[in-house]
């Protein structure tokens, strides 16, 4: 999911308020870039498949959350779930700003996003895309408020809570694990449109990612 509004704030990281934390994360420099899925790729089409006890705690796993760090910087998102870089693991991590302009960081494996009771949200429509719908944005309404559960590398249990945008990017990347994207939520013009769009942008949104991809190495 592409980033929202950035504005200097609190920062969240795993939920938990922390002093600070740096604009580049220490994990996108310690990552590899990765191939970000496109629609299309029968990848992004499936349920992920779970974390399995015996991979929580593995130096793959935290290779991974760098690497999807990594991948995401250079495409300038908010969050990505492990099958946009083609891993078939329920994964996803976040750099994501909520309309306070808190900064929420962190990953989750396992992910389980809490169905709230209707007085506890609120529907609100605005602008959402996908790094693997490269280019096109479109009016989306969402519930404003998320609870996921989980698990961190370790297998520790996690939950994290969001408002707003932030909570938009949590259901968006939950999505992502079931098989969905967000352009299946738009009715068939709306479908149709965003995929011309990305036809006419996608190559300009692949040069940006190059040359932060470049960038990226600079910094390490």
Same mark, same amino acid.
């Given at each position: 999911m592409p980033v929202g509004g950035r504005v200097r704030g609190q920062?969240?990281?795993?939920?938990?308020?922390v002093s600070g934390y740096?604009?580049?994360?220490?994990e996108?420099?310690?990552?590899?870039?990765?191939? @970000?899925t496109?629609?299309?790729?029968?990848?992004?089409?499936?349920?992920?498949?779970?974390?399995?006890?015996h991979e929580?705690?593995?130096?793959?796993?935290?290779?991974? @959350?760098?690497?999807?760090?990594?991948?995401?910087?250079?495409a300038e998102g908010a969050g990505l779930a492990a099958n946009q870089i083609g891993v078939d693991l329920q994964a996803f991590v976040w750099d994501c700003f909520d309309d306070d302009g808190v900064r929420h960081l962190g990953h989750i494996l396992n992910p389980v996003?809490?169905?709230?009771?209707?007085?506890?949200?609120?529907?609100?429509?605005? !602008? !959402?895309?996908?790094?693997?719908?490269p280019g096109p944005y479109a009016a989306l309404?969402?519930?404003?408020?998320?609870?996921?559960?989980?698990?961190?590398?370790?297998?520790?249990p996690l939950v994290v809570e969001g408002r707003g945008y932030f909570a938009r990017c949590l259901q968006h990347e939950a999505d992502h694990l079931g098989g969905g994207?967000? @352009?299946?939520?738009?009715?068939?013009?709306g479908r149709r449109a965003a995929l011309r769009h990305m036809e006419e942008r996608k190559a300009e949104v692949f040069a940006k990612r190059a040359a932060r991809t470049e960038e990226l190495a600079t910094l390490r």
């Amino acid at each position: 999911m592409p980033v929202g509004g950035r504005v200097r704030g609190q920062v969240r990281l795993q939920g938990e308020v922390v002093s600070g934390y740096p604009e580049v994360p220490p994990e996108a420099l310690r990552g590899e870039v990765r191939r @970000i899925t496109v629609v299309g790729d029968e990848v992004l089409r499936r349920r992920c498949r779970d974390v399995a006890e015996h991979e929580f705690g593995r130096p793959e796993l935290a290779r991974l @959350i760098d690497d999807m760090f990594a991948t995401m910087w250079v495409a300038e998102g908010a969050g990505l779930a492990a099958n946009q870089i083609g891993v078939d693991l329920q994964a996803f991590v976040w750099d994501c700003f909520d309309d306070d302009g808190v900064r929420h960081l962190g990953h989750i494996l396992n992910p389980v996003l809490d169905e709230l009771p209707a007085g506890a949200r609120r529907l609100v429509e605005a !602008e !959402e895309g996908c790094l693997s719908v490269p280019g096109p944005y479109a009016a989306l309404a969402r519930p404003d408020a998320a609870v996921v559960h989980g698990r961190d590398l370790d297998g520790r249990p996690l939950v994290v809570e969001g408002r707003g945008y932030f909570a938009r990017c949590l259901q968006h990347e939950a999505d992502h694990l079931g098989g969905g994207l967000y @352009i299946d939520r738009l009715a068939a013009r709306g479908r149709r449109a965003a995929l011309r769009h990305m036809e006419e942008r996608k190559a300009e949104v692949f040069a940006k990612r190059a040359a932060r991809t470049e960038e990226l190495a600079t910094l390490r």
